[in-house]
């Protein structure tokens, strides 16, 4: 069987062993451990969420500016990669309303408010 654990536990005592106290990295015991394959995750880069939410605006067939692009980058940064998608849709409403096909910066900063 495939199990996936997400940890940030660093070296911690494991569970059920409290009146020794045993620890070890993330609180799992050094047998488990040394069964698993440990996959190390990096943070996206700004470029990286520019291209995820390209690819994002065009599945959902929705146009953005270059700078939209870029803003929609640094708000993934600044906060994170799901929130900045989840802006896309409401902005297209905002440049809807202002009667324009295509997102600019200033509806993803009214959105992002």
């Not at 488990?32 to 996959?39: A, E, G, H, N, Y």
């Not at 959902?60 to 640094?74: C, K, P, Q």
Request: hydrophobic share 40%.
């Amino acid at each position: 069987p495939i199990v996936v654990f997400a940890t940030n536990r660093g070296i911690t005592t494991v569970r059920g062993t409290e009146p020794n106290g045993i620890k070890a990295p993330h609180g799992i015991p050094i047998d488990v451990l040394d069964r698993m394959l440990i996959i190390p995750t990096l943070p996206y880069t700004v470029q990286e969420m520019i291209s995820i939410c390209q690819i994002r605006a065009k599945t959902e067939g929705l146009e953005l500016s270059e700078d939209a692009l870029r803003m929609l980058g640094a708000v993934g940064k600044k906060s994170s990669l799901r929130y900045a998608i989840q802006l896309m849709t409401p902005a297209k409403l905002v440049a809807e309303t202002q009667g324009r096909d295509q997102i600019l910066p200033e509806d993803i900063s009214q959105v992002d408010d």
